[in-house]
């Protein structure tokens, strides 16, 4: 083993190779620093005089399945400049780090593509190691999510947990990353945001969320004059719960046993797309048997499938008369569910109509919830929050799958 196989596989530069020890299975290189490049660490003064040494192993690239360490007598010096006594630099490994620098990047490596009991028992060290390289990376990278370029953002909640435990996520709509995770859900979730936002000077274009009135007021308190976008899946997530509550209302005035056999089990036939209803299991006939004993529940269901095509008028005016007209169309209805629906459009009519000035929507922070959902299952949950968090920041990036 020579010192130029050190410098150039193990990135171990600047220090003289002196033996070869093998011990259980493994390969163990000691190393020494030569006296001409001792240096002071605080001051970097070579007038320095050697006051003892540390012995200490670091663990290095394996070599195929053996492991490897290199062992080394970390110099205590004086100095002369400054008076200190301390331990010099280590210029292959960090402070305080039982890995050298290239073992760190090759667990990175691996990490994209493998979990961290993977990489842990690839490598023949505990997981505990493996999540302490990772979080270190993490925190150098994503501890502080950059602003400034963020135009366009998404705000939802996610549920982490039992008890009703929430995080407030922001995604970048233009890069898709996660800049801010907040502790519940609501206006307080978002000061650290709004603070941090005013700090980078970014000039926010528009903001997609769903309808949430903690989340509408904060917007228009720190962000005033920025349009609000209410996206499609919120709007017909809000519909479809007022079409289930309607059938669920129906079937238990319902006096005829009919009725109530039509009626039962046929809420995920209403909610889904007319086009997507499955012939071969008889699907549309089943449908329109309910449809046909109720004029409530037909009208409300019709009028599901006409919202729909709000989000296909071609222009802004366009859209605005085809929203007055739907609502005209609901409040003819006499249906109470229906009435209400249509008021609550109207009253976020604005941020309906948006939509036509920027073509954005909550749908990415939704993949993203439910990657961050997969992740934590996948995981069996995470005790380290402030691991979890960083590795959310860092979700946009993952490159191994994380199904399957």
């Not at 780090?97 to 028992?121: C, H, N, P």
């Not at 012939?279 to 009208?299: C, P």
Request: charged content about 25%; overall charge positive.
């Amino acid at each position: 083993m020579s010192t130029s196989l050190l410098y150039h596989a193990f990135g171990v530069r600047g220090y003289q190779y002196q033996r070869t020890d093998y011990a259980e299975g493994g390969v163990i290189m000691t190393v020494t620093q030569p006296r001409k490049t001792l240096r002071c660490p605080i001051c970097g003064s070579a007038d320095v005089h050697k006051r003892g040494e540390k012995r200490r192993s670091f663990r290095a690239l394996p070599i195929g399945s053996r492991p490897v360490s290199v062992e080394f007598g970390v110099p205590r010096v004086s100095c002369e400049r400054c008076g200190v006594v301390r331990q010099v630099n280590i210029a292959f490994a960090d402070p305080r780090k039982s890995y050298t620098r290239s073992f760190g990047r090759y667990v990175l490596e691996l990490s994209g593509k493998m979990t961290i009991q993977d990489v842990a028992g690839h490598l023949g060290v505990g997981w505990d190691l493996v999540k302490e390289i990772q979080k270190d990376h993490l925190k150098k990278q994503f501890a502080k999510p950059k602003l400034r370029r963020v135009r366009q953002i998404a705000i939802d909640e996610i549920c982490i947990g039992r008890g009703h435990r929430y995080l407030t996520v922001v995604l970048d709509l233009k890069s898709g990353a996660v800049v801010h995770l907040g502790q519940g859900k609501g206006a307080d979730a978002l000061k650290p945001f709004w603070k941090r936002l005013k700090a980078s000077r970014s000039k926010i274009e528009a903001v997609a969320l769903d309808m949430s009135p903690a989340y509408i007021a904060a917007v228009i308190q720190n962000l005033p004059g920025v349009p609000l976008v209410f996206d499609r899946f919120h709007i017909m997530k809000l519909f479809n719960e007022k079409l289930s509550t309607l059938r669920r209302q129906l079937y238990r005035e319902a006096v005829d046993g009919l009725q109530k056999d039509v009626l039962k089990g046929i809420r995920w036939l209403l909610l889904k797309n007319s086009e997507n209803l499955d012939e071969s299991k008889n699907e549309r006939q089943r449908l329109d048997e309910a449809l046909n004993v109720n004029r409530s529940l037909a009208a409300a269901y019709y009028l599901k499938e006409l919202l729909r095509w709000f989000w296909e008028q071609p222009t802004k005016a366009a859209a605005a008369v085809w929203l007055n007209e739907w609502c005209a169309l609901a409040r003819a209805s006499g249906i109470r569910v229906l009435q209400t629906f249509a008021n609550t459009l109207q009253g976020h009519r604005s941020g309906l109509l948006a939509w036509w000035d920027h073509a954005i929507s909550t749908g990415p922070l939704e993949g993203t919830n439910n990657k961050i959902k997969t992740m934590q299952r996948q995981a069996y949950g995470y005790r380290d929050r402030e691991f979890f968090e960083l590795k959310i920041f860092a979700i946009h990036q993952a490159r191994y799958e994380l199904v399957g």
